[in-house]
């Protein structure tokens, strides 16, 4: 019982969140630098992040906007980056069966990749969380990002060069972090299985990447990755 309180009240979502702050605050950061180098006001840069809530995505509309780029090519692009949060909310729908449908569309709405990866580990844990407790992960890490690219954006001009304080890695880093999280756990409870998939992903992802964009052998293996998960979970 003591273990599950843990994971039941919107403050312990907060605190879960601690980790992806530290995170959030550098990459943010770095974005609200780049967006303000490429032309976008204060203002547009939380236009952005309100709307849109992707790093990646942001990053690659401002180097699009950069290279002036159409509008629809944008649109398309960022469509693709993030059709993967579609197979992120798909996978924790499950354990939420029992919220209302406006309780589901507010976490898979707020679902990033770092906060997904806090969730899963949570739900391996224990095999359940509250609502109450993914709100407060969720929007503690939204406000965060918000309030991390504006001031990037109002401090923008005095960097010229963000790579020169590290910021440039602090997504490269989070990212490593959550998958060796990841990878630890699963490694001690089924170790097959996660060699299983490990390789199946890398294997259909640098086959993919020759025949298309990495956009797409990112999805398509993202789903094997899945697909290969389930087909073995009875067997190991």
């Not at 994971?7 to 770095?30: N, Q, R, V």
């Not at 949570?122 to 969380?129: D, F, R």
């Not at 094997?224 to 067997?235: E, L, R, S």
Request: glycine fraction near 10%; include cysteine; charged fraction near 10%.
């Amino acid at each position: 019982m003591e273990e599950k309180a843990h994971y039941e009240t919107f403050t312990d979502g907060l605190k879960a969140c601690i980790p992806t702050i530290l995170g959030y605050l550098g990459i943010g950061f770095a974005l609200g630098v780049v967006g303000k180098g490429v032309g976008l006001s204060v203002f547009a840069i939380f236009l952005m992040s309100v709307i849109v809530y992707a790093g990646s995505a942001q990053f690659i509309i401002c180097g699009l906007i950069a290279l002036q780029a159409p509008v629809t090519s944008i649109i398309a692009t960022v469509f693709l980056v993030n059709l993967r949060h579609f197979l992120m909310s798909l996978s924790v729908a499950p354990y939420f069966r029992q919220a209302s449908l406006l309780e589901n569309i507010g976490i898979g709405t707020l679902l990033t990749d770092e906060s997904y990866g806090v969730l899963t580990m949570a739900l391996k844990s224990i095999g359940k969380v509250s609502v109450a407790w993914a709100n407060g992960l969720n929007i503690c890490a939204y406000l965060t990002w918000i309030v991390a690219t504006v001031l990037g954006g109002l401090l923008g001009e005095f960097i010229p060069e963000p790579e020169m304080f590290g910021l440039d890695f602090a997504l490269v880093a989070m990212f490593l972090g959550l998958f060796l999280f990841q990878v630890e756990y699963s490694l001690k409870v089924k170790t097959k299985q996660t060699i299983i998939v490990l390789m199946s992903v890398i294997i259909v992802l640098y086959l993919l990447m020759w025949l298309t964009t990495p956009e797409i052998a990112v999805i398509i293996s993202a789903l094997v990755g899945c697909f290969v998960g389930v087909t073995t979970h009875d067997k190991y």
